[in-house]
């Protein structure tokens, strides 16, 4: 049974209409046709939608929705119950507490942007939103840092997504991550000390954590292209993407640095202030990280720092015929 014939029925009894003839009559349409609406054999139009609603005193959005549900092949109706539910919350949302017409407004402009496959965030939302994206993850993420320092202790993923990846794990999905260090930053002491930081946190975390040299990375056509084609597609110039069960993309596409504390002197960190997440799956089978983890000659897993710190004085030694 249709929806949509429910208000048929409301409109029957609001006005006491006890035949199809009467039905017809008070909708302006033929006998025949209010005999197929009634008993859901029919899904009426746009313009009838709005009759009725007029006749019910509802806002016409409400019924063109349901009409569109009840149109919709089985495997849509959902989405056209959440459309239609969050219609009706933005019709009614109260004014006060402030948090809720904000909250709303924000759900609107994320359903408006679904039909385009992409949703952007900014600034804090920039990232808070990877979490509930890792939350929803059910087998595999496969992740490329180039800008790795986030995962710092007190930096802006630590430990709130940190923790959504360890929740992750304990449910099943697999998750490799892979950390692109420059020679510049393996070069400071400290810079390399957060490095082994974040990779022994990720893999105590149950990650695999995977690292490589920037330089030797670019002698390898596979990570130009994929650099390249990150470019073309609006990422940020270090790259932070991630795919999240091979059919989903997060992507950053600006970095800010804000000063955390009011004291004194405020500590600067680094966020992501933009971050673009899609579904489009051309853009995903050309950003996919995934084939990165294949290339063996350049891609190391993490086994701990004192093989790591072997592998780093190795490239470090090297002639690698790269200006840094």
């Known amino acids: 049974m249709k929806e949509i014939t429910r208000y048929i029925e409301e ?34 139009k746009e313009e009838l939608c709005i009759r009725m609603a007029k006749l019910l005193g509802k806002n016409p959005v409400e019924l063109m929705l349901v009409a569109q549900k009840d149109r919709a092949p ?6 056209w119950t959440l459309a239609r539910t969050a219609v009706d919350v933005m019709l009614h949302v109260p004014t ?13 402009k994320e359903l408006r942007q679904m039909e385009a496959h992409c949703l952007q965030y900014s600034n804090l939302a920039a990232v808070t939103e990877p979490v ?19 995962w710092k202790q007190g930096g802006p993923l630590y430990p709130n997504y940190l923790l959504a990846n360890q929740e992750a794990v304990r ?8 950390l692109v260090i420059s020679a510049e930053q393996a070069a400071e002491p400290d810079a390399l000390s957060d490095a082994i930081k974040v990779m022994d946190d990720q893999q105590q975390s149950g990650i695999q954590i995977f690292y490589a040299f920037r330089e030797e990375m670019l002698k390898a056509i596979t990570y130009q292209r994929l650099v390249q084609a990150y470019k073309r597609r609006g990422s940020a110039p270090e790259i932070n993407a991630a795919t999240f069960d091979n059919e989903i993309m997060v992507m950053a596409r600006g970095y800010e640095t804000v000063p955390l504390g009011l004291n004194g002197s405020p500590k600067m960190i680094t966020r992501i202030s933009q971050l673009e997440i899609s579904w489009r799956q051309d853009m995903i089978e050309e950003l996919n990280p995934a084939p990165l983890f294949d290339m063996t000659r350049y891609v190391r897993e993490y086994t701990g720092k004192k093989d790591f710190m072997a592998e780093w004085k190795k490239f470090e030694e090297a002639d690698l015929g790269v200006k840094v």
């Open 11 to 44: 409109i029957k009894d609001r006005y006491h209409l006890k035949s199809d003839y009467a039905l017809a009559h008070k909708l302006g349409i033929t006998q025949p046709e209010a005999n197929h609406l009634r008993r859901g054999l029919k899904v009426p």
């Open 171 to 178: 449910r099943g999905v697999a998750i490799r991550r892979l």
């Open 74 to 79: 089985q495997e849509a109706k959902e989405y």
């Open 132 to 150: 509930r994206l890792m939350e929803t993850t059910q087998r595999t993420v496969d992740a490329l840092m180039e800008y790795w320092n986030f």
């Open 96 to 108: 006060h507490p402030r948090y809720l017409p904000r909250k709303v407004e924000a759900i609107g």
